[in-house]
Structure formats: C-alpha cells, structure tokens
C-alpha cells in the first residue's frame, strides 16, 4: 500500500559526495519519522541517521559531522547528503519510515566509495 523507494546510490572517490533520496507513494495517510540504514556485504544492518516529522534529526557516531538527514514532508521524501565520504561508507543504504505505527522499508541503493 505504502512504498519507499531509493535513489542516488552509486560510484564515487573517497572525499567526495552523494546525496541519496527515498519517496514514499501510495495510500499515505501519516508519515512519521524516516531513518537512513545500511548494510555492507558480511556485516550487520547498520543505523545511520533519523529525523522526525518536525525534523529533529538523530546521527550514528560513525557520519556525525559528515552526513545531514533531511526531508520534504509535501513530497513524503528524505534525502541523505553524504560529504567526505570514506571506502568504509561502502554499502546499501536503505530507508524506512513510520506510516501510522509501522515501519515501510525501501529495497535501498547501493553506495560504492573507491580509495
């Protein structure tokens, strides 16, 4: 009924930047918070960055600093602008968000930093 859907992954040097984004369609009636994940191959699903529906954001210590969570309520979309990023940032990014109590997931985008 509610879809995410990722965007703006890709290849990109050590240093540089990418800005991901992830709209919500379909049967909206609420979004709440939407939160940034990812997940390298062989590892854990990692929490990356949140921010509320009044835009009070929340940052894991590793993209403190060099990431920024934002989002346009009027296109239920959230966007990740990745600085400075690192060969260790290499992953697939997904987003979720809370539509009236439950948490839609995207099928996420993959992010490849070369060193």
């Known amino acids: 009924q509610v879809q995410l859907v990722e965007s703006g992954g890709g290849l990109v040097q050590a240093g540089g930047s990418l800005r991901l984004s992830c709209a919500a369609s379909?049967?909206?009636?609420?979004?709440?918070?939407m939160n940034w994940y990812r997940q390298a191959p062989e590892k854990h699903r990692e929490y990356v960055a949140s921010?509320?529906?009044?835009?009070?954001?929340q940052y894991a210590d590793s993209v403190k600093g060099r990431f920024t969570i934002s989002r346009d309520n009027a296109n239920n979309t959230v966007f990740l602008q990745m600085n400075s990023l690192k060969p260790e940032d290499t992953a697939t990014y997904s987003c979720?968000?809370?539509?009236?109590?439950?948490?839609?997931w995207g099928k996420g985008t993959l992010v490849t930093v070369s060193s």
């Open positions: 379909g049967a909206i009636f609420r979004i709440g918070a």
């Open positions: 979720n968000a809370d539509h009236g109590g439950i948490y839609v």
């Open positions: 921010i509320t529906s009044g835009g009070s954001t």
